[in-house]
Nanobody, 123 residues
C-alpha cells in the first residue's frame, strides 16, 4: 500500500478553480492507478477521475468531464486534480486513492485512501 495525503482544498466561488494535490509515500506509487473520489454530506462516495500508472490514460465521471483534469508526476510521487468552472454541486470532501487494478474506477477496487480535503463552492 501507499500512504496518501491530500491538500489544496478550500472555499471558492462558483466558476472558480482549485488544484488538489495528493502526495504519496511508498516505493510502488508509479505502478498504481490513482483516483479521486468525493463525498458530499448525506451522499455516497462517488468516483471523480482516475489515471493509469504511466499517465497515458485517464477516466472521468460525466459530471466533471471537460471541467476537471487529473495528472500525475511519478518523479514527485504526486497526483493532481485541476478543477475549473466549479459549481456548488461540486462541494464535497475529495479523497485520493490508489489501486493495483488497471483502469480502476469502483470504490472497492482501491485499497489505499487519503483522509480527504474539503472543497466548498459558494453560489
Amino acid at each position: 500500500q501507499v500512504q496518501l495525503v491530500e491538500s489544496g482544498g478550500g472555499l471558492v466561488q462558483a466558476g472558480g478553480s482549485l488544484r488538489l494535490s495528493c502526495a504519496t509515500s511508498g516505493r510502488t506509487f508509479s505502478t498504481y492507478t490513482m483516483g479521486w473520489f468525493r463525498q458530499a454530506p448525506g451522499k455516497e462516495r462517488e468516483f471523480v477521475a482516475a489515471i493509469n500508472w504511466s499517465g497515458t490514460s485517464t477516466d472521468y465521471a460525466d459530471s466533471v468531464k471537460g471541467r476537471f483534469a487529473i495528472s500525475r508526476d511519478n518523479a514527485k510521487n504526486t497526483v493532481y486534480l485541476q478543477m475549473n468552472s466549479l459549481k456548488p454541486e461540486d462541494t464535497a470532501v475529495y479523497s485520493c486513492a490508489g489501486s493495483r487494478i488497471a483502469l480502476a474506477r469502483l470504490t472497492y477496487e482501491f485499497n489505499s485512501w487519503g483522509q480527504g480535503t474539503q472543497v466548498t463552492v459558494s453560489s
